[in-house]
């Protein structure tokens, strides 16, 4: 059978189980974008409003998660955690070993790294904002989550979205490593079709096509967000 062949979505092909794959890449690394999105927020108020203790503990998240090896925090989550999560069975009187599912272990793993960062995303936008309007509001009698809500959370989100699909892209390609978990996503399954059809070159050439796709879409996505947000807010005079 030629290449094209190989691509096709009949029952010797392996187009649906590409398609199915990309489609687990995509889940895996949106779960965890969204986990590093409640992270971040969090980590940024602690940086910025919160005392000494919680300030230290969110600098030395963002220290640690920026410094160590993404593939090492995902074989934390997916050994260490399966090692947890056992003991914990055992002493609740459950015998035998019980792991953690490799797609739980993945977006987890991307959502704590992505947190780190999208953190420092959410920090820059905030100090990027303009401070008379904050007093504007408060001199009006406007409540915390009035002036959340109609002044900070739309200047941060527009500062913010750029950096945040920066963020999202590198979820993307971290959702590569989470193959190592025995997760069949898009290199995993580019890596058994290599190897049971002894054409890895042109696989590798697909898989990294289809990343290009999504990263393409998701950057047209993002620039539309980005016009919205700034459609929605008053424009500087120049």
């Known amino acids: 059978m030629d290449f094209l062949g190989l691509l096709s979505f009949g029952p010797e092909g392996w187009g649906l189980s590409l398609l199915s794959a990309s489609l687990v890449t995509i889940a ?9 999105i409640v992270i971040g927020g969090f980590i940024a108020w602690a940086k910025l409003a919160g005392g000494v203790t919680l300030r230290v503990g969110a600098d030395a ?6 410094g160590v ?3 090492l925090v995902i074989y934390l989550f997916y050994f260490g955690g399966s090692l947890l999560v056992t003991s914990v069975f055992n002493a609740l009187g459950h015998a035998g070993f019980v792991g953690v599912h490799p797609f739980v ?7 704590v790294v992505s947190g780190a960062y999208q953190a420092e995303v959410f920090r820059g936008a905030f100090r990027a904002l303009s401070k008379g309007e904050i007093e504007a509001g408060k001199s009006v009698g406007m409540s915390r989550f009035l002036l959340f809500r109609r002044i900070i959370a739309p200047q941060v989100l527009q500062h913010a ?12 390609k971290e959702s590569a490593l989470i193959s190592v978990t025995g997760l069949v996503e898009l290199l995993r399954q580019s890596q058994i079709a290599a190897g049971s059809t002894r054409k890895p070159f042109e696989f590798y050439l697909v898989a990294g ?9 998701s950057q047209h996505i993002f620039e539309r967000l980005e016009r919205r947000a700034s459609r929605s807010l008053p424009q500087e005079a120049s």
């Open 28 to 36: 895996v690394a949106a779960c965890g974008f969204f986990i590093g």
């Open 61 to 66: 998240y963002t220290t640690v998660l920026r």
């Open 69 to 71: 090896p993404d593939l």
């Open 105 to 111: 272990a993945g977006a987890s793993a991307i959502g």
């Open 161 to 172: 979205l750029p950096g945040i699909g920066n963020v999202w892209q590198m979820a993307l």
């Open 209 to 217: 096509a289809i990343f290009l796709f999504i990263t393409w879409v």
